[in-house]
């Protein structure tokens, strides 16, 4: 059980520092696309019909990539800041309670990004975003809207990761907050 945890912990790690990279990309073209907008309007007064949207859609990447990277961090808000502390059987019963809070948000999302009525995926939140196309990028719309899932997924995954790791004595104690 502890090798498993710590694979998962590992794996957990990997996925964040590839989120964080991938939030860094995202906020690179948002601020590259939206300054590029501005010189064009107001130097060449001619703006591209792409950049507003880019912008847009790069933003959309880079918040939920960024969620999904301070939930890893914990530095996601959380209504009792000293639970996190807390080890042993207490501290394991907190953190089940945060994880079914979690699981009650996370899971919904997930399951209606794949499933409509029916569940007929075609009519799911993904599968109807196949079918469309951005308004100025000629691009499927699944291309933005498969940031949603994805964050909460590596949510999902780090919070199994964190729960395995308190699970099995391994998760080291929290640093103290800076006064």
């Known amino acids: ?30 601020v590259y696309a939206a300054g590029w907008q501005v010189i064009a309007r107001y130097v060449l007064s ?18 939920m990539l960024g969620a999904s990277a301070a939930f890893h961090a914990g530095a996601d808000p959380v209504l009792f800041p000293g639970a996190a502390a807390r080890r042993g059987g207490p501290g394991m019963a907190l953190a089940l309670i ?35 196309m951005a308004e100025m990028i000629p691009l499927p719309m699944i291309w933005f809207t498969a940031a949603v899932p994805l964050a909460f997924a590596l949510i999902l995954l780090h919070l199994f990761a964190r729960l395995a790791m308190q699970a099995t004595g391994q998760l080291p104690q929290p640093e103290p907050d800076m006064p």
Request: charged share 15%; net charge positive.
């Open 1 to 30: 059980m502890h090798a498993l945890a710590r694979g998962l912990d590992r794996t957990s790690a990997v996925l964040n520092a590839v989120a964080l990279i991938g939030a860094v990309l995202a906020v690179l073209v948002m």
């Open 98 to 132: 945060r994880a079914a809070g979690v699981l009650l948000f996370a899971v919904p999302v997930i399951w209606f990004s794949l499933f409509g009525p029916n569940l007929n995926m075609a009519r799911g939140f993904l599968g109807r975003s196949m079918g469309r």
């Open 46 to 63: 001619s703006p591209p019909v792409w950049t507003e949207e880019l912008a847009r859609r790069a933003m959309v990447w880079a918040g």
